[in-house]
Structure formats: structure tokens, C-alpha cells
Nanobody, 117 residues
Framework: QLQLVESGGGLVQSGGSLRLSCVAS????????IGWFRRAPGKEREFVAR????????DYVGSVKGRFTISRDDAKNTVYLQMNSLKPEDTAVYYC??????????WGQGTQVTVSS
């Protein structure tokens, strides 16, 4: 069974940090681009960050640039999202996704991040 499982979410005060993990099972992430997305209450799902296979190229939504860092450890079949200087507007359910084509093929179940002011 092909799965992505996120973890690392929680409640943190404004200015704090969290590191999210996305672990793949049933397939290897080596040749997949991995993305992080989030959905805040009452809002559409939003792209947050992406890292290409090989880790050479990353991309971020403007609101998190300089605060979030995406990285991957293919030996552990895991992708991370380091989130620093968190703000209340970062509160959302965060999802990771994998793709080997223009379409995001696989999605995790999400992990809740809540930033208190």
C-alpha cells in the first residue's frame, strides 16, 4: 500500500518553530518531487513548498520564504519542513504530496499546526 504519513504538528506560540516530517511507505521517494500544502479553516488548500527529486531545486510560497525550509533524506524516505518564526496565520492542516508527473499522485492525511498569538 502506497502511503505518505505526516507528523510533527502541534501547538506552538507565535515566533516558535516546528519540524514536520513526511514518511513514505510502499514506494521510494527517490524520483518524486515532494510538496507541502496547507489548508487553513475556511480557506482553499495552498501550496507551501516543493523540492524536486535529487533535492537540487526548491520553491516556496512568498509568505513563508525565509522562514520555512524544505529538505529531503532519501535514505530515510522522508521529507521535512522546518518552520521557524511561526505566525498565527500559519495555522492550518499541513499535507505532504508526491508526484512523478505534473499531477500530485499521492497525498498524506495531514497534520495540524496551530500557532497561538
Amino acid at each position: 500500500q502506497l502511503q505518505l504519513v505526516e507528523s510533527g504538528g502541534g501547538l506552538v506560540q507565535s515566533g516558535g518553530s516546528l519540524r514536520l516530517s513526511c514518511v513514505a511507505s510502499g514506494f521510494t521517494l527517490d524520483y518524486y518531487a515532494i510538496g507541502w500544502f496547507r489548508r487553513a479553516p475556511g480557506k482553499e488548500r495552498e501550496f507551501v513548498a516543493r523540492i524536486d527529486w535529487g533535492g537540487g531545486t526548491t520553491d516556496y510560497v512568498g509568505s513563508v520564504k525565509g522562514r520555512f525550509t524544505i529538505s529531503r533524506d532519501d535514505a530515510k524516505n522522508t521529507v521535512y519542513l522546518q518552520m521557524n518564526s511561526l505566525k498565527p496565520e500559519d495555522t492550518a492542516v499541513y499535507y505532504c504530496a508526491a508526484r512523478s508527473s505534473p499531477v500530485w499522485n499521492y497525498w498524506g492525511q495531514g497534520t495540524q499546526v496551530t500557532v497561538s498569538s
